[in-house]
């Protein structure tokens, strides 16, 4: 498999700068859109528990104020039920633990640093070029309308995915716990491995369930509370660091 060339990172950092202007920049009509599915499989005693999520990145060309692409990301988190008495597995929307744990608790530790791939507002992208062995081009709209036509499932590793957590109480937003992918038995109980990790690019219909695992989500996406309550996340804790904005985005 090829690896991803600057190229294609380059136009990223343009719709990050970009992406602050939507709403008072002309476009110029261009745009382009890749769906992506990741599946989640781990072993329990009770068998194999297996979950998917399907989200969509829209890209759009900016003339002005700048030239650029801006890019968004439209989804929910991965929510992955291990039966009764346990604590689910959720793979969010994002990588943002570990620059901002990083902040207040030192070097992150060795099973983060892969999650670079995983774009907090652009998904998987240079994942899914890597996985599919694509070579990217100098027109960035091309080669995401070329990742969209791939097909078929590829494994990834566990560095690959976004930011995992789970509950103590799902009915308690604080009571979120970060959860290290490679030592899944620490947050969620002894015999819990990996199975399998796939991604694919798909045509799906991005997935809309979450609401109803997470009740609280709704009014807190309403809002755009972080998980303590706050309006505003001062990266003081797990809950304060993470929002609505990780679990769920819609149009």
């Known amino acids: 498999m090829s690896t991803i060339s600057p ?3 380059r136009p990223v950092v343009a719709a990050m700068v970009t992406l602050g202007l939507v709403g ?3 476009t110029s009509g261009e745009t382009e859109s890749y769906r992506y599915k990741l599946t989640l ?8 528990k297996r979950a998917s999520s399907v ?3 829209r890209y759009r060309k900016v003339r002005v104020p700048e030239r650029g692409i801006m890019h968004r990301i439209q989804g929910e988190a991965l929510y992955l039920d291990l039966g009764p008495g346990t604590r689910p597995l959720i793979a969010l929307l994002t990588s943002r633990l570990v ?6 608790h030192g070097k992150p530790q060795d099973w983060q640093r892969g999650k670079a791939g995983w774009s907090p507002d652009a998904g998987p992208g240079s994942v899914l ?3 599919y062995g694509q070579v990217s081009s100098d027109d960035f709209m091309d080669d995401v309308k070329r990742i969209a036509r791939v097909r078929g499932p590829r494994a990834i590793t566990a560095a690959d995915l976004p930011d995992l957590v789970t509950f103590a109480d799902i009915n308690e937003p604080k009571s979120v716990i970060e959860v290290d992918p490679n030592d899944l038995q620490a947050a969620l109980g002894p015999s819990i491995t990996w199975n399998e990790i796939t991604l694919e690019s798909t045509d799906e219909p991005t997935t809309t369930a979450i609401a109803t695992k997470l009740p609280w989500l709704p009014e807190y ?3 755009g509370l972080q998980l303590d309550g706050s309006q505003f996340g001062r990266q003081k804790d797990l809950a304060n660091i993470l929002s609505s904005f990780d679990f769920i985005r819609i149009r």
């Not at 499989?41 to 194999?48: E, H, I, M, R, Y």
């Not at 620059?99 to 207040?104: E, G, K, T, V």
């Open 99 to 104: 620059s901002a744990l990083h902040q207040n």
């Open 221 to 223: 996406s309403k809002r």
């Open 129 to 131: 070029f890597r996985i």
């Open 55 to 57: 989200g969509e990145v």
């Open 24 to 26: 008072c920049g002309e």
């Open 41 to 48: 499989a781990v072993n329990t005693l009770d068998g194999v």
């Open 7 to 9: 190229s294609f990172l």
